[in-house]
């Protein structure tokens, strides 16, 4: 698998000590890549050919690849489980996903209680092949399977009052092992604007590559917000409230100088520690250019007309 000095979104005290480790991973990767005369669009080793839904001929809207699916499913983030993205996968394969109830309330007409198979009936599951960066400077292209976020809040009706949506994570410590780091403040917590999460770009997921979603993914259901970093598609969501204030994200609460509320994809506003201009494509050799909003800026520009980005990162 590719081994990519990704750790950055952790804590200083983990990220140095493991820094070394990394880099020279990275260059054993490279070296191998090297060694088989790979071409440059290569995926990382151990991918056996993508199952038919997301085979290697779909791309995205600006022909890009869909990322394989042994790369996606093997190199997660997900802190309840691991900071190791490639245990990840392992830890969280007994990880209990049904049955699951998903709670939306708060500032709402319409209050609900749905069970997964409600969400699963009463919504339109679509396909929606979406560019996916994390904000460690790696990105991947994904066929999800979802729903629109617009219109499960439109079902529950949000007040005049209702401002932001809130979303939380599930928590159990004792399925997850990394809830029991006291670094984090646990559940997982992430926020939208009430504008941005009825956004058409807005999905919860349900699926991946035409199959169920793994729970190394966020099963049973995530965000994909693709024009903003990846640590806002929250994972195994149990409650979505409609609130008058801004949310604090867990990583807001972690260490907010480096994370924003926004979090938007802007190759022109720089993380304090590192440059957020390029990234690396899973099974690229080299970087490429970071594009503004993930390159959705036609859907999502208009949201953000007056605001500051670099004030509101
Ligand atoms: N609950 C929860 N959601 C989460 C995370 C997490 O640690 N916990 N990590 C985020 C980050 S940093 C990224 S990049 C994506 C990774 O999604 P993937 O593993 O499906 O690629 O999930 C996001 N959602
Ligand atoms: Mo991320």
Not at 73 to 90: C, I, L, M, P, Q
Not at 111 to 139: A, M, N
Not at 245 to 272: C, I, K, R
Request: glycine share 8%; aromatic share 12%; hydrophobic share 35%.
């Amino acid at each position: 698998m590719s081994k990519i000095p990704s750790s950055q979104i952790t804590p200083e005290h983990v990220y140095f000590s493991r820094r070394r480790f990394l880099q020279t991973g990275a260059l054993t990767t490279a070296a191998l890549a090297l060694a088989a005369c790979s071409p440059a669009a290569a995926p990382p080793a151990g991918n056996g050919g993508a199952p038919a839904a997301g085979s290697s001929t779909q791309t995205d809207e600006l022909g890009d690849a869909v990322t394989p699916y042994e790369t996606v499913t093997g190199y997660n983030n997900y802190y309840e489980f691991s900071t190791d993205k490639e245990r990840v996968a392992g830890l969280a394969v007994n990880f209990p996903t049904s049955p699951w109830t998903i709670t939306v309330g708060g500032l709402v007409n319409n209050p609900k209680t749905y069970g997964l198979e409600d969400l699963l009936k009463k919504f339109t599951q679509e396909e929606r092949i979406y560019r996916h960066r994390c904000v460690e400077g790696w990105s991947i292209v994904v066929p999800w399977q979802g729903f629109s976020l617009a219109a499960l809040l439109k079902e529950v009706e949000p007040t005049s009052e209702a401002k932001y949506v809130r979303f939380e994570s599930i928590f159990a410590p004792d399925k997850m092992p990394g809830q029991s780091d006291p670094w984090y403040v646990w559940p997982y917590i992430e926020g939208l604007r009430l504008d941005e999460a009825m956004n058409d770009l807005a999905l919860l997921v349900t699926g991946v590559y035409g199959k169920a979603l793994p729970p190394q993914n966020g099963a049973p259901l995530r965000l994909a917000v693709p024009w903003k970093y990846g640590f806002k598609s929250i994972k195994a969501i149990v409650r979505i409230e409609l609130v008058s204030d801004q949310p604090t994200s867990l990583w807001m609460n972690a260490a907010g100088n480096e994370y924003g509320f926004y979090a938007n994809v802007n190759p022109q506003v720089d993380h304090p520690r590192w440059s957020q201009s390029s990234e690396r494509r899973l099974g690229e050799f080299s970087r490429r250019k970071t594009l503004m909003f993930n390159g959705y800026d036609t859907q999502v520009a208009p949201l953000y007309e007056g605001l500051d980005l670099r004030v509101n990162y």
